[in-house]
């Protein structure tokens, strides 16, 4: 029997810390100067539902707090102006259509479920020259956080033309 006890608690170990790791509360991790964390007007954190992956329910503005979901790198795509926004799980954002949508009729103008980087999947960013950054999708729109953040459901709009307060974004990078 104590056998078979120290087994299971070495299994169980071995299972939490795979858990732990896998959700970011693992050991520390070295800083990437290309990871961030991008806050709306709110100050809440953008997060990437399930760290990616997903097509409904895909982003949220309402973290007070970042972890891993609201961890995305910036990837050059080879021009030196436009970027992949991967997630925590190695998938790309992807602007739907490649931008021009108003979450008033599609909830979902972003999807994370891309893992090769194509025109909907790159973005240029636009500065306020304040330290706020706009995000626009290929197709020249400025993605803005509805309502200025704080939001689980039709988060994101993708038809913004103006660099206002909703499309202003601050990037805490090297995390």
């Known amino acids: 029997m104590k056998h078979r006890t120290k087994i299971l608690g070495s299994l169980f170990a071995g299972v939490f810390t795979a858990a732990a790791a896998l959700l970011g509360a693992g050991p520390a991790q070295a800083a990437d100067p290309n990871t961030c964390f991008i806050r709306t007007a709110t100050n809440n954190y953008v997060t990437a ?9 895909v982003m949220h503005t309402n973290a007070t707090v970042a972890s891993t979901w609201e961890r995305f790198t910036l990837v050059n795509t ?5 970027y992949g ?3 925590a799980f190695g998938y790309y954002v992807t602007a739907v259509a490649s931008g021009g949508l108003s979450s008033g009729t599609y909830p979902d103008v972003l999807h994370t479920d891309a893992t090769v980087l194509r025109d909907w999947e790159k973005f240029t960013f636009v500065s306020d020259g304040a330290g706020r950054f706009g995000i626009r ?3 020249g729109h400025l993605l803005g ?6 939001r689980t459901y039709a988060a994101f709009d993708s038809n913004r033309t103006t660099l206002g307060t909703t499309e202003k974004f601050l990037f805490t990078c090297n995390v």
């Open 85 to 87: 926004l991967r997630t």
């Open 137 to 139: 999708a290929f197709d």
């Open 49 to 57: 539902v399930g760290g990616g992956g997903r097509t409904t329910d």
């Open 145 to 150: 956080a509805v309502g200025g953040g704080g």
């Open 78 to 82: 080879g021009d030196n102006s436009h």
